[in-house]
């Protein structure tokens, strides 16, 4: 399965109209996206560049998400759809990785989405992930997190490892985050990672469709 993750800057103040714009697309072209399996996720900022919006789809392959595309793109209501899209939107990018474990969702609207980034040391990427799916596993058991994802990189600068996670609110993250060293288990852990990852990154996201 691969991630396709499309960021779009949207213009000051117009978050929540591009939100209930972005959501009807889905509902009036369904027969385009179901065919290909697709999942679509929608996430706004919490972290990071104020009013940008990202949206997260998951296809079998990359085959699939470009048939989709093109079956889209090809639509009549697309383009009446577009023409309204393109009043809300300033720039964008597009980032495609690997899902090598995947979640099947996020809970629902409101859930709040840690983005967790790692940069891993070269040809270490495989013991990343598992290291990643081990800290799902440790913030779960410990009712920190939820929905662990790890995603490896499909475009962009190599051995790139990133853990998404869904956590019940922003405070019991940071709670965690404060006392999380004095956990031996969690000491372990980090021992083993500093072994394959040089840095990392958080990111906060609010699902909201």
Request: aromatic share 12%; with cysteine.
């Amino acid at each position: 399965m691969i991630q396709v993750r499309d960021s779009f800057q949207i213009r000051f103040g117009k978050i929540d109209q591009a939100i209930d714009l972005f959501l009807r697309l889905p509902k009036e072209v369904p027969e385009v996206f179901q065919p290909a399996g697709a999942r679509i996720e929608l996430l706004s900022d919490i972290s990071g560049t104020m009013y940008t919006l990202r949206e997260a789809m998951h296809f079998r392959s990359l085959e699939a998400w470009d048939e989709s595309s093109q079956a889209l793109f090809a639509r009549p209501e697309f383009q009446e759809w577009f023409k309204d899209w393109k009043q809300f939107v300033e720039d964008g990018n597009r980032e495609f990785f690997h899902v090598e474990h995947d979640n099947g969702g996020w809970s629902g609207k409101g859930a709040v989405v840690v983005r967790s980034c790692f940069r891993a040391l070269p040809w270490r990427v495989h013991d990343a992930v598992d290291l990643l799916k081990d800290h799902g596993a440790m913030l779960a058991d410990s009712g920190v997190g939820q929905r662990a994802r790890v995603l490896t990189d499909a475009s962009g600068r190599m051995f790139n490892v990133v853990l998404e996670i869904e956590t019940p609110d922003l405070r019991t993250w940071e709670d965690h985050r404060r006392t999380m060293f004095r956990d031996p288990s969690f000491q372990a852990w980090f021992q083993r990672l500093l072994t394959c990852a040089s840095h990392g990154s958080h990111e906060f996201y609010t699902f909201v469709g």
